[in-house]
């Protein structure tokens, strides 16, 4: 089967320059939105000040200027930061699964990762201090994962092949069937297709 056609250099460049612009448009009105009162154009004069030297800086309080600043720009920057994230570790566990719909339950990291956190709470250890949940839900669904790839027995990659082999001869033989019940028989379509 032959994939779809790259997409041109030029394509793919405009298209990522789209994502960042949309990606900074977004941060700035997160930084904008919240139960204090910041208008976006504050906001995007706020950060201009702090990134560019030669931007003034005024037109808002102190107040409003700490809360964009130090406040909701860190926040919705991590925020992207852990959706890039994300997005990365969902593509890697589709590509190394080979599946567009995998999730995270496919391999066992969340299963493994629910009985590491649980573990340490029945049994109350703390040998990382808060962070003692967080480590034992990391280890245990390495532990998982690790797991089921050692469990995969040796001779899969001689099965997989032999299934491979069984379904394109299957895959010949009925592409070539519909074609000969025709010249045949021209009124069993429907038999064939139906048997």
Do not use: K
């Not at 037109?59 to 890039?84: C, E, F, K, N, T």
């Not at 949940?133 to 995969?152: D, E, H, K, P």
């Not at 027995?153 to 000969?180: G, K």
Request: overall charge positive; some cysteine; charged content about 15%.
């Amino acid at each position: 089967m032959i994939g779809p056609a790259p997409e041109p250099a030029h394509r793919i460049g405009l298209g990522l320059a789209v994502l960042v612009t949309v990606l900074g448009l977004s941060v700035i009105v997160a930084a904008a939105l919240g139960p204090a009162d910041v208008d976006p154009l504050t906001a995007w004069r706020i950060v201009a000040s702090h990134l560019t030297p030669g931007v003034p800086a005024g037109g808002w309080s102190h107040v409003q200027g700490l809360i964009v600043w130090d406040i909701r720009i860190p926040r919705a920057l991590l925020a992207a930061l852990v959706g890039a994230a994300l997005a990365l570790v969902g593509a890697t566990l589709q590509a190394m699964v080979r599946n567009p719909l995998a999730d995270p339950t496919i391999l066992g990291g969340t299963s493994g990762a629910g009985l590491g956190a649980v573990v340490v709470l029945l049994l109350g250890l703390t040998f990382a201090g808060a962070w003692s949940v967080a480590v034992a839900a990391f280890v245990g669904a390495l532990v998982a994962r690790t797991r089921a790839y050692s469990s995969r027995p040796p001779l899969t990659n001689e099965i997989q092949s032999q299934v491979s082999r069984r379904t394109e001869r299957r895959s010949r033989v009925l592409r070539n069937r519909p074609a000969a019940a025709l010249e045949r028989r021209p009124r069993g379509v429907w038999r064939c297709a139906t048997s």
